[in-house]
């Protein structure tokens, strides 16, 4: 409790009224009346975690890599490098699920399960009111007596709380919100935000040599050095000096308007620049500023909402032959269709199992015994898996590694578009994010271009705070090589690009515009799966030349070939409700040019049916009612037992729809 105590303290140090919300996390009924799960013991109950649950040894394990690249003293014109900005792209860190019952379905007793079906947070928002300056108590003489004290209010999930003390009536159960940020995400993003430090921070001493800052070249901020600014070769101009290392221009930090991604770049922050922070000598130098916009037409994740064309294009990639071949005759989806079937009694497998057992796994609640063999030993599987096509004969002794058979199965099942038609989608979806990163890079590598947009001064960090649907078709426009689909991005994942002046370089040598950059995705450098780079450094123009070509937003093409499924879009959104989650991709994945065939075959079969009806009525009234009323029954049931878009959108379905595979509602893609 002292620890609590002293982080109450650090952080009423930073808070000010124009502060609109701040982070810190206190133990809630400490007594433990309503927890199910003791955080104290975190990733106690299985001998191994998937790596997406990011346990603190594999948040450790993705520290930023040294740079690599040796320069030569031999002549005085060796090519020397010097970093002078940074982008980071964040996923938040881990999470309660996205929805409660019955939209959230798993598997049976998942929700009666008080271990699997009671949230409790310990992690709280607090928030301070807003003004635009400080407020002082003023004596009759015009005298400041004192200053006014902040004050913060408390935000908890508890109004609903049930008689019994042990739970309440919100979504999740007990005092979470959906999709609400936990304490292990607390701790990964903090963790994050320690290895932005140890990489590009220089504090002399305090330095460790096995810290990327070690490096000069690596050195983003060097408080050994009173040249910390300044411009760099283009005559770009980089940060200002006159403001804190945290205030904007040296920083620009961006979340879309969510809990979990607000609070998850906030923490990565403190673990950044947590010593400076405190350090300040005035209140008003603390604040932070934060850059947002309308949840449900942000673009920080591929957003159909504001472009109906991203629904056609995911349409097509799941009616490619690509995908069907895979989908319909893959020994690994026939073996967990299988299974779901006749261990499971599910014909169809939910939309949000790979987020069933990973928000369970990940935070140390039981899975059922048939889902609990994780071991790590199958790992992702490759696209070209299992023998010939065809129906395989499948047997239960084919049932091993089912949980990361399921996992497997449904990563594919969600990236095959992100990556098919050379990304298509990714690039249409992200180039307003594109554009976005692109506005605080092209000031400093490429100011000879006709560009017309751009940040000056350009930030030395600039920070995106977004989902694993930010991340994964990010990576997915840069090459087909850089990111292979068939892994999720983890809790707390970080893209990095790193831009560098390469001094004494020129027009003739391996970095003609000046400039170079890296690229690192959770510790891994990928730079060299690009195209046209060979090694970890690569000069910034390959970089501008490939994104450029897409880096679009109000620009961008969005119009659909279908002018009806624009207006399909925009009424599904309106009549959606309110959801902690974002948006889907796809509202159906029917393709929008077979829509007249499909209304016309029901036609034809509803005629058909009527006439069977009518003649076989007048002899069997009795029975046929009877059936009629259990058949209604059943349908009425099945439909509540899967999500509620897939249960309004398979009466339209054709053969690009996933079979086996229940679609998920419009906000449970974005996790």
Not at 130 to 146: A, H, Q, Y
Not at 275 to 301: F, Q
Request: charged share 25%; proline share 5%.
């Amino acid at each position: 409790m002292n620890s609590i105590m002293s982080r109450v303290l650090s952080f009423r140090r930073y808070s000010v009224p124009s502060l609109l919300v701040s982070i810190l996390h206190l133990v809630l009924f400490a007594n433990g009346a309503i927890g199910q799960y003791n955080e104290s013991k975190e990733y106690s109950r299985y001998g191994k975690y998937p790596p997406y649950c990011s346990t603190p040894q594999q948040m450790e394990n993705r520290a930023i890599p040294p740079l690599q690249y040796e320069t030569s003293n031999s002549t005085e014109s060796a090519i020397t490098p010097r970093l002078v900005h940074v982008t980071a792209l964040i996923r938040h860190g881990a999470r309660t699920p996205w929805a409660g019952a019955p939209t959230y379905k798993c598997w049976n007793g998942y929700w009666e399960n008080p271990q699997t079906g009671i949230w409790n947070c310990d992690l709280k928002t607090y928030i301070s009111p807003p003004s635009t300056g400080k407020e002082r108590v003023v004596n009759g003489d015009g005298g400041i007596l004192e200053e006014e004290p902040d004050f913060l209010f408390e935000k908890r999930y508890d109004a609903l709380m049930y008689q019994n003390g042990n739970s309440t009536g919100n979504e999740l159960n007990g005092t979470c919100q959906l999709g609400q940020l936990l304490m292990r995400g607390y701790d990964q993003e903090m963790q994050n935000g320690l290895h932005l430090r140890h990489a590009y921070f220089y504090d002399g001493n305090n330095t460790s040599e096995n810290h990327g800052a070690a490096n000069p070249s690596m050195r983003l901020w060097d408080m050994a050095s009173t040249n910390n600014y300044g411009t760099g070769k283009s005559g770009a101009i980089i940060g200002d000096p006159s403001k804190k290392i945290y205030q904007e221009p040296n920083l620009r930090y961006r979340a879309d308007d969510e809990q979990r991604t607000l609070m998850s770049g906030q923490i990565l922050l403190r673990g950044l620049f947590g010593p400076e922070i405190l350090a300040a000598d005035d209140d008003e130098s603390t604040i932070i500023r934060l850059h947002t916009g309308d949840y449900k037409k942000d673009v920080l994740v591929i957003n159909k909402n504001i472009c109906p064309r991203v629904a056609e294009l995911e349409a097509e990639a799941y009616d490619s032959e690509e995908f069907k071949r895979w989908n319909e005759t893959s020994v690994e989806v026939q073996i967990i269709r299988k299974f779901a079937q006749s261990k499971m009694g599910l014909d169809v497998i939910p939309g949000g199992i790979l987020d069933c057992l990973m928000t369970t796994m990940c935070t140390d609640r039981p899975l059922p015994e048939l889902l609990d063999d994780y071991d790590g030993s199958l790992g992702p599987t490759s696209w070209n898996v299992d023998g010939p096509e065809g129906i395989a004969i499948v047997s239960e002794k084919d049932f091993t590694n089912i949980f990361e058979r399921l996992v497997n199965y449904a990563v594919k099942q969600e990236t095959f578009p992100y990556k098919y038609n050379d990304a298509a989608l990714a690039k249409l979806g992200m180039g307003p994010l594109w554009k976005e990163i692109m506005s605080n890079i092209l000031p400093i590598v490429d100011f000879t271009t006709n560009y017309t947009f751009g940040r000056e001064p350009a930030p030395k960090l600039a920070l995106f705070s977004g989902h694993d649907t930010t991340l994964m078709p990010i990576l997915a426009t840069l090459g087909q090589d850089v990111w292979s689909g068939s892994e999720w991005a983890p809790y707390a994942s970080m893209v990095l690009i790193e831009v560098y002046e390469m001094l004494n370089s020129s027009k003739n040598s391996e970095f003609p515009s000046g400039y170079a950059f890296r690229l690192i995705y959770n510790g891994e450098v990928l730079t060299s799966r690009m195209e046209r780079c060979s090694s970890e450094l690569c000069d910034s123009q390959v970089l501008v030349s490939l994104v450029m070509q897409f880096a679009m937003f109000e620009e961008r093409d969005c119009t659909s070939s279908n002018p009806a499924s624009d207006a399909s879009v925009e009424s599904f959104d309106e009549s959606e409700e309110d959801s902690t989650e974002e948006p889907k991709q796809s509202n159906s994945r029917v393709n929008p040019r077979q829509k007249w065939l499909l209304l016309g075959v029901s036609l034809l079969s509803a005629t058909i049916g009527s006439i069977i009806t009518r003649i076989t009525m007048r002899r069997h009234y009795q029975s046929a009612y009877r059936h009629a009323s259990d058949s209604e029954r059943e349908l009425n049931m099945a439909e509540a037992s899967i999500e509620p878009n897939y249960a309004r959108n398979s009466r339209t379905m054709n053969s690009s729809t996933l079979p086996g595979y229940a679609e998920e509602s419009d906000e449970d893609r974005i996790i």
